[in-house]
Every structure is written in structure tokens, then in C-alpha cells.
């Protein structure tokens, strides 16, 4: 009787995990695809100089990717809340700073890079506009985070060209 209740609490256990396992709705290989960028690390300019520093981390069960950014001098603080949206098929970023400025962001990863855009909008001039951050894992272990802002659909500026490195 003693072996057949430890069997059954055996099976019962192990039934139980599986089924929180297979329930884990962040626990599936798309939401895994942005956990390259994961890590302490500090971030340069084109230059090689020191541009802030950035920790990014999973939270709420592995359903996000947290980002906390601060710059090298302190005065600028952002954080993003990146997750793969089930219901678009698509990733999304969510940036706030300390300055009120916000993004939203969506794409997907393509290779080796996650490829995040805003929505059109219109500029001062009247003119649409939207930004496309892409973010490239490389060979050394790096990620490269390239943020160009894309006026008429042709013409590019570059707004933040920075490598990250890790500590």
C-alpha cells in the first residue's frame, strides 16, 4: 500500500508540473528570441567612448524583457518593457525616460536582429516619419543597437549608433 500511495503522489507531482509547464505561455522558443540582449552591460558611440550603461533582465515570469537604461552622466534614465505579443505575432517595446519621452515599437527578429519600428507619424513639417531600431547580435558576443529615424521613406537619419559590451 506504502509503494502504490508514493507512486501515485509521484505521478501526481510530476503530472502537475507538466501541466503548469506546458501552460507557461513565455516559456516557448519565439519569446526567447530578444534573450540575446540580456545582460549588464556598457554601451559606446561610434568613437569608443562610454555612453551610459544598460542592465536588461526577464521579469513577470519570463514575459518581459526589462531594459534600465542610464546615461554616462546620469541625467538621462529610461526603461523599456520588451514582450512577444501572441496575439499580433509580433515583438514590442514599450520606452519611458525621464526626460517624457516614449516609443512603442514593433517587429520581429529576422537572423541574427531584432528589427522594431514605430507607426508612421507626421513631423512639425507635416511630413511622415517613423523610427527602426535594430539591434544585431555579433560574432564576439556584442550587440550593436542602430536607431535611425526614416523621414518620406527615403530619407535616414541616425539618432543613437551604439555597441554594447558586457561588464
Not at 149 to 154: A, C, G
Request: glycine share 6%; charged share 25%; hydrophobic share 30%.
Amino acid at each position: 500500500m506504502k509503494f502504490f500511495l508514493n507512486t501515485l503522489f509521484i505521478l501526481l507531482f510530476s503530472l502537475t508540473n507538466y501541466a503548469q509547464e506546458t501552460n507557461c505561455k513565455c516559456c516557448k522558443e519565439k519569446h526567447n528570441e530578444f534573450d540575446f540582449w540580456i545582460g549588464t552591460w556598457t554601451v559606446y558611440n561610434t568613437d569608443g567612448k562610454v555612453v551610459g550603461k544598460n542592465v536588461i533582465d526577464k521579469i513577470q515570469d519570463n514575459c518581459i524583457l526589462r531594459e534600465n537604461w542610464t546615461s554616462e552622466k546620469g541625467n538621462l534614465t529610461g526603461t523599456s518593457n520588451n514582450f512577444y505579443n501572441y496575439d499580433t505575432k509580433q515583438w514590442e517595446q514599450i520606452w519611458i525616460d525621464n526626460q517624457g519621452g516614449n516609443l512603442h515599437l514593433k517587429g520581429n527578429r529576422v537572423r541574427n536582429q531584432m528589427i522594431l519600428l514605430t507607426d508612421v507619424a507626421n513631423n512639425k513639417e507635416g511630413k511622415p516619419f517613423y523610427h527602426r531600431v535594430t539591434w544585431t547580435l555579433n560574432d564576439d558576443g556584442t550587440v550593436r543597437q542602430y536607431w535611425e529615424t526614416i523621414t518620406d521613406d527615403k530619407d535616414i537619419t541616425v539618432a543613437f549608433d551604439g555597441l554594447y559590451k558586457k561588464e
